[in-house]
């Protein structure tokens, strides 16, 4: 069984959670593209997780996680992570297998992601800073560097070198301080002896995985809204996020998946710039903020806030070819008098279709709402469908009619316990 969980609006969906829950009978959980501009929280024994670059799965006992090669990594994040794990009892030797294919986010790439968006002024794209575009950047025109090269001293510090001076006249050229090379090269010396006792050739292992029967989970790092070729261009990630990402970030056929998770948040959030059909502002969008903790797992930044988005998910449902629907925080929106659901978008005064649009239409179109009573009962410790308020339940089936894909888990609370299955 292979199973890949996605994220099918502007990220925060709850991803993490779903995975987490998922992986209680998964052999692998493997991430197969992003980087740490992607932020996953899973609560586990009344501990709080925010990964970054760790599978969300990997803290079930039995998982081992991957990160495969089309994952960037910024390797401090990723030893951060996993010395955080591990103080918490978990052992991560023999359990996390990273890919020498994946390329590394070096700090020239950090200092240039700030010059770039400080470069634009007013018209920042509200970036993470993190060195994602920059990496992408330097993977696609030949001058990334990778694990790969990590495993040789040499062919590392020849290749940093080289780049390393080309990046610092970029750098100066922005006014903006170029990096030491010599203490960097130390620094990744040190980081060097850390990382290599997990790398490992994962494309052989899922293989054998898959020939093994084993069970397998891919975790989707951002949303389809984020989506390098399906977002509203430039306000994106650095990679695709679709199904067929999966091919080229892991190695697994597209074929081979036999369940994709639509993971929906029972609103619509966005960290950073670009144009939400259905932002809100004022006192509702405050409410749902604060009770729903809206601040970035990976940011800190507090989310922008809009009602669900059935248009926008709808085409992520398809474009992935979603069978299995997950519908989060529905908690969230307990005590709202009203809710309501974006099912159309128009266009000086005509229909028109998300892909259709480019960031120009989404900011200037009017969204369509159907409007929902809602409900005023706590529903966090619910387990049964039938259990929940009438109101709430109509909301939930109104959205799975809409997608046409089954709902197989409502998430109610952030604890791993708090969901039921429909």
Known sequence: MIEFVFGSQWGDEGKGKIVDL?????????RFHGGNNA???????GKKFPFHLLPSGILNKH????IANGVILDLEVLL???????NAGFILKNKLLVSP????????HKALDEAYENARGKNKLGTTRRGIGPTFSDKVSYNGIRIYELLSEHDFEEKFIFQALIKNKILKLFGVKPISINKELAKFKDLRKKILPYVKDTYEVLSKA??????????GAHGVMLDIDWSPYPYSTGSNVITGAINNGAGIPVQKIDRVWAVVKAYTSRVGGGPVPTELHGEIADRIRTVGQEYGTTTGRPRRIGW??????????????????AITKLDILSGLTQIKVCVAYELNGKKIPYSACGYN???????????????????RNIKKFADLPKNCQAYLRFIESTLKVPLAIVSNGPERESYLKV
């Open 63 to 66: 998982v081992i996680g991957i």
């Open 39 to 45: 932020g996953h929280t899973v609560i586990s024994g």
């Open 80 to 86: 951060s992570e996993i010395k955080s794990v591990e």
């Open 22 to 30: 998922l992986a209680a009978n998964a052999d692998f959980a493997v």
């Open 308 to 325: 669900l988005d059935l248009v926008a998910t709808k085409f992520s449902c398809e474009v992935t070819g979603s069978n299995r629907l």
């Open 361 to 379: 239409e989404l900011a200037d179109l009017k969204p369509v709402y159907k409007v929902f009573k809602g409900w005023s009962e706590d529903i």
């Open 101 to 108: 294919r994946c390329h590394i986010i070096m700090p020239y």
């Open 210 to 219: 898959i020939k093994d029967n084993k069970r397998i989970l891919l975790e």
